[in-house]
């Protein structure tokens, strides 16, 4: 399929993403490489990583190999907590940049609000306005930021962020959050977005790849259900990171744009949210929990 069938999306600074990114978090080093060149043979052009996935080298290595001009990729990348702080934040961009193997990243944000040390998240974003002043970066943003943290940040900084990174599948949609990205052209994307990374393996979580609205759905458009949930976003409007190192899946997911979902359909979607996350509660990260070192590039 032709990468121009993916649809795009204008951030809220003018610069074009495309909605549907291939994502590698959990995604072991050695896998990465062949993944993420499977991903770009199949179309993708949006890929997503962070220096916490210890990664970010395998997928540079990925890009360099596939041949496409960097103008053609939009490369998304996260700094982690312990990189926090003005000048520990600008040399985080020189290690992911070094790892990546690029001179530009196209998206840079925080990987987690710090509610322990929010003075540090401030200084951090601080740190990627001057990136983005300095051209190093094309638009900056944030991850699992509530909506208290969104206006204690834009309190803080000149910037809006271009992008808010959440949790957000059938199961766990996040409308508040969502309703606060949106009041301020902040693009809601979504990570985990069929809902199958999870923390917390719950005796009674359910799997929405089995979900039998979702099945219906799916056998009506002669799609599976994963297909079903990432059409679900596009529609909706929002940015989605799926993951998968499987070939045949990575396909798939990419095949989502020979339909379209009734309104009632998406109603029915948003309607399973059951108000319970997969991941961590973002104001239980701190840096004794969560930190770790960030090797240099």
Known sequence: MPNNAIPTLILNNGVTVPTLGYGVFQTPP?????????ALRTGYRHIDTAAAYGNEREVGE?????????????????????????????????????????????LLILHQPLPSRFDLTIDAYRALETLLADEKVRAIGVSNFMPTHLSQLREATSVTPAVNQIEV??????????????EH??????????????FY?????????EDETIAQIAAAHGKTPAQ?????????????????VTPHRIQENFDITDFDLSDDELAVITA????????????????ENFGRDIPEA
């Open 30 to 38: 050695q896998e990465t490489v062949d993944a993420v060149a499977t």
């Open 185 to 198: 052209d902040i693009l809601t994307q979504a990570w985990s977005p069929i809902g199958g990374i999870t």
């Open 272 to 287: 399973l949210d059951t108000g319970k996350r997969g991941g961590p509660d973002p104001d239980d990260i701190t840096l």
């Open 169 to 182: 599948h059938p199961y766990f949609s996040q409308p508040d959050v969502q309703a606060a990205n949106a």
């Open 201 to 209: 393996r719950d005796s009674d979580r359910r799997s929405t790849l």
């Open 228 to 244: 079903v949930m990432l059409r679900w976003h596009l529609q909706e409007g929002r940015s989605a990171i799926p993951k998968s």
């Open 62 to 106: 990925a890009i360099a190999e596939s041949g496409l001009k960097r103008s053609e990729l939009f490369v998304e990348t996260k700094v982690w907590i312990s990189d926090y702080g003005y000048d520990a934040t600008l040399h985080a961009f020189e290690k992911s940049a070094g790892k990546l193997g690029v001179d530009q990243i196209d």
